[in-house]
Each structure stands twice: as C-alpha cells, then as structure tokens.
C-alpha cells in the first residue's frame, strides 16, 4: 500500500535510505533531514512494515526531482520503486510541474518509466547542492535523467 510518510515511519525510512547509501547506491539522509522534508516523502508499506519510500522535491516553478527512492532487497523486482516513482509523477502532474528529474546509478529503471537521459547541464545549478556531501564528489558518475510531463497524455 502507498501513501503519504508519517512521522512514524521517519526511522524506518532513515534506515532503509541509509542502508543502500552505505552501499553508495545513494546519498545518506540525517533523521533532522527526514522530520524537515517528512511531506515530501511517500512509502510503501507491507505487513505495518516501510518497504520502500521515495521523495518528490520541487525544485522550481517547472521542475520536481524525484529522489531518496528505495526498497528493502527482499521487496524489489516485485513493481514497488515503480509504483513509488508513479505516485511522484501523478503527484507533479497534479501540482501543475511540467518536467520531472532524477539523478541516479540505475538509469536503465528510469528509462523504463519514460524518463530520458540528458546531460547534466540542461539542469539548473540548485540541484547540485547537496553534491558536495556525496561521496563521489566530485566525479560524479549519476546520471541525469527527465521526464517531460507536458508531453505526455494525462490519465485522469
């Protein structure tokens, strides 16, 4: 099930993003950062258990970042990080944001969902601040990817 992060499930979301950024699959969240940005956050739950979360962040009139999506191991290639991703753009959709980005290690899911790759340039210069706490800082080697909601039909 999908909806909207609780205060709850701050910890569980805290350890779920920080175990795949201890992989380096992602950047590390403080709890501060998650109780600060909790609104952004949807999860999916299973079992009264967090399985999965994913952030939508406005960055600016025109453009939301999708961000911090992950699933527990033993939950993924069952459809959750698509879903989550789905609820994100029907979210922007809603909002009236026309484009929609990511930056991440695994362009190939983004893809799938009709994101496209661009070069980093195309993206406005606000959305590398948190770069520097990465530890790929800064040889970054995530790929930035959009996907244009003005083109796409609605499905209302």
């Known amino acids: ?42 999860v999916w739950e ?7 979360c994913v952030a939508l962040r406005i960055m600016w009139e025109d453009l939301c970042e999708v961000s911090s999506l992950a699933v527990a191991e033993e939950h993924q290639g069952k459809r959750i990080g698509s879903e989550l991703v789905r609820i994100c753009i029907e979210e922007a959709r809603s909002l009236g944001v026309p484009r929609v980005f990511t930056l991440t290690f695994r362009p190939e899911f983004f893809e799938k969902l009709g994101f ?3 070069g980093k340039e195309r993206l406005p210069h606000k ?12 040889d970054c080697d995530e790929i930035a990817l959009v996907l244009d909601l003005s083109a796409e039909p609605t499905t209302q």
């Open 1 to 42: 099930m999908i909806r909207k992060a609780k205060i709850a499930d701050v910890k569980d979301i805290h350890a779920l993003i920080n175990h795949h950024a201890k992989k380096e699959l992602m950047l590390a969240r403080s709890l501060s950062e998650l109780y600060e940005n909790l609104r952004d956050f949807s």
């Open 46 to 52: 299973e079992g009264g258990r967090v399985v999965g």
């Open 116 to 118: 496209k790759r661009v």
């Open 127 to 138: 959305i590398w601040a948190e770069c520097v706490r990465c530890p790929h800082f800064p």
